[in-house]
């Protein structure tokens, strides 16, 4: 978030009052991190890097060098110290959430102990999305002789066994596991691999030492954080019918089996025993999917509704998140507590003296509003709404192991917003307004519960940026396949088989083709409005909401300003032509704040925000 002049002001004051005399290292980096807070990012940078070759060790020094060079929007020097940072302190706050928000649209390449060690670390935390790492972990593993042996199995003929033939190396590699496990590969090369691993242990009797049972473990995780999406063959049907029947013997290699093709959980015996010699990683994949699906379904009976849902298109909608919760996430980026108040202290009117009241409209599985709840701190109050019942417990359950206390969730319709009793301060509305009958009516209506003066924070789709969703849902379309989980399978093999192609290439590439349920969301869904810049400056315009601030990716809004200058920030026709120089900008939506009025007066008045490198990276999937 953009910090106030106010507030910078402060700290500025504060650290250079501590760091106004001597030369030593502690108190240059706190110059240095004022002249960063105080808006001079690039200078900040400058001094850090002449700093460097007397402490080249130093976390702190090449924490704070990260951060500055991160908001400066020099990439390479920003990831290059963040990560030598971590490998000399894994457990830095501020440099592990800047490198996740960093990689979610840049990568690491280069495969070293260290940063394979750094990849590992942060994988293992609990405070980062784990998913921001996977694309730099891919990156490394790619590169690794063992891994590349492993790749070359896919081209082994159907009667031959590309599981014993998979190199031990490959399956004990601690990245490659943890990328199984806590993440959503997506990699095509990988899943074709995976998907052929997959059957052979299936169909043939297989070996398992400890290598193989980790692996297998592992890969039965990856299908069940991907929701079963890989191809099956008819003969891989009959024998997973023939292995479900066999459970109740309690073997090790009938239970992989079946975990690695559907929910386990949903399908043990009641008197279902693991055997005393179960490994480890066994025993956390049956118990994890186990306690997980029996929380939500008791968490489904706790969730209160505000009204029916009657209109068509939310019942088509509803239908959707119900039998696909979307999106299904294991960590996030936790924010700093209270770092979103930077925000709101600068552009709400006057504190009233009571709790920030905020609402998520389309709260789905909590990734968003549990982010909202943290990062607005313990005194605001947080309602998130969604139409499914299903998405909803998914977050009440995530927000209990997060152990958030100020959100609270309400199966509700957006269209039915105006039941709700109480005005809010902050309306977030991520990718919502883009799947409902009319986005402008339901657009009316959320700035109709906005407080006078009151911000909301919005996601739509770009119709440039979205142009290989366009081709693909003609393909769909013209092809006839359903949204069926069997027809999203077919589909996404029809693509992996004929990947030359230009849609092909561009979905391949895209994190919305790896799951079932994002591939739905991202390709299957039967209500999808796009926008393009001129759009969403008049939708703003007729709802009465004032542009404020873009949420942008790392190095965005300083390409921008290079090419137009910094006091164009809020210009949509700039910005229309910078998406026409570089459409890619916008392939994560058009993602801003806007305002209510506090006044009658024109909300031109107030003027248009500059995003900071503390930025909410918990809305970044």
């Known amino acids: 978030f953009p910090l106030s002049q106010t507030t910078r002001q402060s700290r500025v004051a504060d650290l250079a009052s501590a760091a106004d005399d001597g030369d030593d290292i502690k108190k240059a980096i706190d110059r240095s991190r ?264 008791r968490l489904r009976g706790t969730i209160a509704s505000l009204n029916p849902v009657n209109d068509a298109t939310s019942l088509q909608v509803k239908q959707h998140y119900e039998e696909n919760p979307y999106p299904r996430w294991f960590r996030l980026t936790v924010p700093l507590a209270g770092s979103r108040l930077e925000i709101t202290r600068q552009m709400l009117p006057a504190d009233s003296g009571k709790p920030l009241r905020v609402l998520i409209a389309g709260g789905g599985t909590g990734w968003q509003s549990i982010a ?3 990062g607005y701190g313990p005194d605001a109050e947080v309602l998130a709404i969604d139409l499914s019942i299903a998405s909803l417990a998914y977050s009440a359950r995530k927000a209990k192991e997060y152990g958030v206390g100020n959100l609270r969730h309400l199966c509700c319709d957006l269209l039915d917003v105006g039941l709700l009793a109480e005005e809010f301060d902050v309306i977030e509305c991520t990718g919502v307004l883009v799947c409902v009958a009319d986005p402008a009516e339901a657009l009316r209506r959320l700035a109709a519960k906005l407080r006078p003066g009151g911000l909301m924070y919005l996601a739509l789709y770009s119709e440039i940026a979205r142009w290989d969703v366009v081709s693909a849902r003609a393909l769909i379309s013209q092809r006839g396949y359903s949204d069926s989980p069997d027809d999203m399978r077919r589909f996404r093999q029809d693509i992996m088989q004929a990947p030359a192609s230009t849609v092909g290439r561009e979905l391949l590439r895209s994190p919305g083709f790896y799951s079932l349920s994002t591939c739905r969301d991202f390709l299957f869904h039967k209500v999808e409005h796009r926008f393009t810049l001129e759009q969403v400056e008049k939708l703003l315009a007729d709802c009465g909401l004032a542009f404020r601030a873009w949420n942008l990716p790392v190095g965005v809004q300083a390409q921008f300003d290079r090419e137009f200058g910094a006091s164009a920030a809020g210009n949509f026709a700039q910005w229309a032509a910078f998406e026409r120089a570089h459409p890619a900008t916008f392939r994560g939506m058009y993602q801003f704040w806007c305002q209510k009025p506090a006044t009658a007066a024109s909300p031109d008045t107030v003027p248009v925000l500059r995003q900071g490198a503390e930025m909410a990276v918990g809305l970044q999937l």
């Open 34 to 297: 004022a002249a960063r807070l105080g808006g001079e990012a690039g200078r900040a940078a400058a001094e850090l890097r002449r700093l460097y070759p007397r402490a080249p060790n130093n976390p702190a020094l090449l924490q704070e060098l990260g951060l500055a060079a991160a908001e400066f929007g020099d990439i390479s020097v920003g990831l290059g110290a963040l990560v030598q940072a971590l490998a000399l302190d894994p457990t830095l706050v501020e440099a592990g959430r800047t490198l996740a928000w960093m990689l979610q649209s840049n990568q690491l390449t280069e495969d070293s102990p260290a940063i394979s060690r750094v990849l590992q670390a942060m994988l293992d935390r609990d405070d980062l999305a784990s998913q921001s790492f996977a694309r730099s972990a891919l990156n490394l593993i790619g590169r690794r002789p063992a891994i590349q042996r492993a790749l070359a199995l896919v081209g082994l003929p159907a009667e031959a066994d590309a599981w014993a033939a998979m190199p031990v190396e490959a399956m004990w590699d601690p990245l490659l596991l943890r990328i199984l496990e806590r993440t959503i590969n997506r990699d095509p090369a990988l899943e074709r691999l995976l998907t052929r691993l997959r059957r052979d242990f299936l169909v043939r009797d297989v070996e398992l030492g400890a290598p193989q049972l980790r692996f297998a473990a592992a890969l039965a995780q990856q299908a069940r954080n991907n929701e079963f999406v890989f191809t099956e063959l008819a003969d891989e049907r009959t024998a997973l019918a023939a292995a479900s029947s066999r459970m109740a013997q309690r073997d090790l290699r009938d239970l992989l089996r079946v975990a690695m093709y559907q929910p386990v959980a949903r399908l043990l015996p009641p008197d279902f025993r693991l055997p005393p010699d179960c490994p480890e990683a066994v025993r956390r994949l049956v118990a994890t999917a186990i306690s997980e699906e029996s929380e939500e379904a």
């Open 372 to 374: 909202a709840a943290l």
